[in-house]
Structure formats: structure tokens, C-alpha cells
């Protein structure tokens, strides 16, 4: 999962760029990178890190320009450890682009021959998104090719490349792209499983700014205000001088988002294709309450405690709906990242007793009901649990606003092997004795649909694959998953090969602000 952001705007973007990458911070901890452009120039600062951290205030002055793109990066394709996948990626030819991608492609190996060996073209990195980038640069040079004027690039090309690219790229997919002289296009694949969303900013002069975000909160303190969600298979192209293209670019869209970002990944206060993430999130309580009741005994609930801050929402609602008293027993520290999105089980499993810190009088001789949005892995789950219960719980119930993870998600968050997710293979009782509980329950399916369906009934399917294995892509069989699992057992033998790899890993300079 990452957050990608782009601006037009009609004054310098640096700042701003900055700021709405800031509010998308929680979608990607690993990497950052901004890029502006100035006339034909771009200019660029990325690495690894949180965006405080990428960038200073010298980083920051170098940043000219009135359009720009920006990213931060949680890996899951590539190699999570090398500061040359931060993004955006850049090609030279045709015309210049920069490119940044929030998602996973499902056949990048396939692609990768055909720029390779096809188009010859080279990928500098294992970076699923640099072959996207490469596959959008030989598109749109064919798009031009038979121009009279290959150098005059227009609007219909553009979006006829953007076309050729949904026909042929696999996989979930939302992307915002600069290219030099020109503007700045955005597009999502034709199944919407990643978000995107469009902004409008009227300057006191009448002139009109343009942003796109993963997310719509990144525009609220830029004082943009939403204009609507793109569409599934939709393009949009803003030119440097402030006008608007947009265009159904795939022959059959199909508005499907993944329906984990409504359960965990998007922040509380976004709405993501028309769906308030508060309201479905409250929604799910309700559900899970029904659910409760039909699992556990009431009575032996004394108090629900939220697993914070996911979960807060959906505990608030099953709290009130089953007549139970809403206490906070667990403290969190925010200054420790979120654990689902750090890469490394040794990793999650340490930072879990740094996050959270139980309050004891308010489990000691309790039976507590907790709440959180999913159960992935169960590591988490389990050092809560334990936790609890050293705080003096007397039986701790779990309750999941998510169903059972069971399958792997491959457009774009990271729990890519089945082995690694603690509900392949168990019941729910067996899964409550490895995290130490004493019941589990989770969310039905159908429910948390149902939830979002009735939020905005325009949306015409979800992207559950992790919930039920059904790959909307098509092209996600057993022997794909099959490859996804040795992969993450040896990483170094299962990579896409790209020959004469070229180490350009940008470095990300320590030293103090400047003032």
C-alpha cells in the first residue's frame, strides 16, 4: 500500500506537496519522494524514511515548479531495503515522465520481458511500478508515432496510451504522472481497487488548481475541496496552464475497491468512493454486535475495549448496541509506526509492547470484549491478548470487524503468503488458542459488504479476495500463489532478473535544518 499526490497549481508546490504527502503518511512509512517541474525541468528528492525525515528545508528549496508529484512508499513488491525504489521513477524518452503508483501489478513478469526484450528498454530496479512507468512511456511513443508532428503531444494521445496500457497491465493500479512540457495525468485500473480522488482549488484570481490524492484529506488543509472520486478506468489530464481532460479509458470498468481500505488502511475521516470510512467503520459494529451475540455470552461481557485507533469506531457502536459499558484500557504511544505496515515479523512483533501500554484497574477481574478492525498474522493479536491478561483480565473475548483473512492479497498490501496468516487452516477456535483468547469472533463477509453497499450503492462489486480468494483480475490461480510463497522464502532466487543493474540508490542526507 502507498499514497500517491499531485498538484497544478498556479503558484510554487513545494509546500504543499509536502503537506498533503504529510496527511498520507499513514499509508506508507518506508519511503518518501517529491517531484516538481519547472518549464521541461524536474526536479527531485527521495529516500527512506518517513517524510519528516526525507525531507529538509534545503531538500525542500530545490523543489521549484508549479506542478509536482509525490509518494510515500510501504513496499510490497521489490526490494523494501534500497533507497533506489523510493519513488517517483523516471524515464527520458518519450518527452520525459515521472511516475508514481500505489498498488501491485499482477503479471509484472510478463511485462518486464516485453519492455526488456520488445522495447528495449532497461528497468533499473525490481520496482513493479518502473515497469508500469516503462509500459506508459513505449505506450505513449507509440500514441505519437504516426504523428505528423511526433513532437506535439496531445490530449487524445495521452489517453490513448493510458487505454493500451489498462488492456495489457494487470493488477490494481492508481497513478499519477508527470510528463515534462505537458502536464500531469492520473488513472486507476479498470477495477478501482485503489483509490483516487480529484480536487478543485479556486485561487482569488479566478484561476483554477487542480490536486490528486489517494485520499481526499490531503486537501483539506490546502484548502481544496473534493470535485469526485475517478472513476474505475478512468484517466484525467490537468495541463500546466489549468485545464481539465478526463476520459473512460477501458472498454469495461467495474467499480471495485479493496475492501480492506475501508476496514483499516484509509484514515477515519477520508471518504473513499463515496463511502464516509467513519460511517462504514461504525457500521461494522453494529454487524459484529449481531454477531457477538449470537457467539458469546452477553452477560459474561463486563466492558469493550477498542484495540486503538482502527477499531475505535466499530467498538463504539458494538459497545451501545449490546447495552456493554465503552472503557479505553489500552494507551497508545504515536510515535511508533503502525505495526501491520512494518516490514518484518521481528520487527512487528518488538514494536507491539513499545505501542500500546494497558491501563491494569481497568482489566483487573474484568472480562473484557476487544475490538479491532482484522486479524492478519496474530502476532499482534496475540501480544495484546497476553498483555491483557497480565493486567489482570479474567477471560479477554476477541471480536474482528474484518472476516477471517484466509488468502493472500496481491494488489497491494502485505500479506502476500498463505502460510503466513494465522486463519488459513483453523477454525475459529484455533484460532483463538493461538492468540490466547477465549472466544473469537469475526465479521461476516456478507455483512461488511452489505455495509459499504448501502453507504453508496454505486459501487458494483469488492475486491475480497483476501477474505474469500476470489482474484477479480482473473489471472490469480494456485501456482500464482503457489510462486508468491517460495518468493518470500528466498527472495534472491525467485526476483525478475534485469541485467546490468546500475546502483543509483539516492541517499538521504542526516544533517539539521537549515535555518
Do not use: W
Request: contains cysteine; hydrophobic residues 40%.
Amino acid at each position: 500500500m502507498c499514497g500517491v499526490f499531485g498538484i497544478v497549481a498556479h503558484e510554487p508546490v513545494n509546500q504543499q506537496l509536502y503537506d498533503g504527502l504529510q496527511m498520507l503518511q499513514h499509508r506508507g512509512q518506508d519511503a518518501a519522494g517529491i517531484v516538481t517541474t519547472q518549464g521541461n525541468r524536474f526536479h527531485m528528492h527521495k529516500g527512506k524514511g518517513m517524510v519528516r525525515e526525507v525531507f529538509r528545508t534545503r531538500n525542500m528549496r530545490d523543489l521549484h515548479g508549479n506542478a509536482g508529484i509525490a509518494h510515500v512508499r510501504y513496499p510490497t513488491a521489490g526490494n523494501a531495503g534500497s533507497s533506489a525504489e523510493a519513488q517517483p521513477f523516471y524515464v527520458g524518452s518519450p518527452f520525459g515522465i515521472m511516475l508514481a503508483h500505489n498498488g501491485n501489478l499482477t503479471n509484472t513478469a510478463e511485462l518486464y520481458q516485453e519492455v526488456y526484450a520488445q522495447y528495449l528498454r532497461h528497468v533499473n530496479t525490481q520496482s513493479d511500478s518502473e515497469v508500469l512507468l516503462n509500459v506508459f512511456a513505449h505506450e505513449l511513443r507509440s500514441a505519437v508515432s504516426g504523428s505528423l508532428n511526433p513532437l506535439n503531444l496531445s490530449v487524445d494521445a495521452i489517453f490513448e496510451a493510458v487505454g493500451k496500457l489498462q488492456a495489457r497491465v494487470r493488477g490494481a493500479y492508481a497513478v499519477v504522472a508527470l510528463i515534462a512540457g505537458y502536464g500531469l495525468v492520473a488513472f486507476r485500473d479498470p477495477n478501482g481497487i485503489r483509490p483516487l480522488v480529484l480536487g478543485k482549488r479556486v485561487e482569488a484570481d479566478g484561476k483554477i488548481s487542480y490536486a490528486v490524492s489517494s485520499e481526499n484529506i490531503a486537501f483539506t488543509s490546502l484548502d481544496f475541496e473534493v470535485e469526485r472520486d475517478i472513476g474505475a478506468g478512468e484517466a484525467v489530464f490537468i495541463s500546466f496552464d489549468g485545464k481539465l481532460f478526463c476520459k473512460q479509458c477501458s472498454e469495461q470498468p467495474k467499480l471495485s475497491p479493496c475492501l480492506f481500505e475501508y476496514v483499516y488502511f484509509a484514515r477515519p475521516d477520508s471518504v473513499i468512493d463515496g463511502v464516509s470510512i467513519y460511517q462504514a467503520r461504525a457500521d461494522m459494529g453494529v454487524t459484529l454486535a449481531e454477531k457477538v451475540k449470537r457467539e458469546i455470552d452477553v452477560n459474561e461481557i463486563d466492558v469493550v475495549m477498542p484495540i486503538p485507533d482502527t477499531s475505535r469506531p466499530s467498538a463504539m457502536e458494538l459497545a451501545r448496541h449490546l447495552g456493554k459499558p465503552y472503557r479505553e484500557g489500552l494507551i497508545k504511544n504515536r510515535y511508533i509506526g503502525r505495526t501491520f505496515i512494518m516490514p518484518g515479523q521481528a520487527t512487528r512483533k518488538k514494536s507491539v509492547r513499545q505501542k500500546l501500554n494497558p491501563i491494569p484497574s481497568e482489566f483487573a477481574g474484568k472480562n473484557v470484549l476487544l475490538v479491532d478492525d482484522s486479524i492478519v498474522r496474530g502476532t499482534t493479536s496475540r501480544e495484546i491478548v497476553d498483555m491483557v491478561r497480565a493486567a489482570g483480565a479474567k477471560k479477554v473475548f476477541f471480536a474482528s470487524a474484518a472476516p477471517e483473512v484466509r488468502f493472500p492479497n496481491v494488489y497491494g498490501i502485505d500479506m502476500p503468503t498463505r502460510e503466513e496468516l494465522i486463519a488459513n487452516g483453523r477454525s475459529h477456535t484455533e484460532i483463538a488458542n493461538e492468540i490466547n483468547a477465549d472466544v473469537c469472533v469475526f465479521q461476516d463477509l456478507v455483512d461488511l459488504e452489505t455495509v459499504i453497499r448501502q453507504l453508496n450503492p454505486q459501487i458494483d462489486g469488492f475486491d475480497s479476495s483476501c477474505f474469500n480468494g476470489c482474484y477479480i483480475t482473473g489471472d490469480v490461480d494456485e501456482s500464482y500463489l503457489d510462486a508468491l510463497s517460495s518468493a518470500k522464502k528466498n527472495p534472491s532466487a525467485n526476483q525478475v532478473i534485469m541485467p546490468t543493474l546500475i546502483d543509483y540508490s539516492v541517499s538521504v542526507d542526516d544533517n539539521e535544518d537549515e535555518a
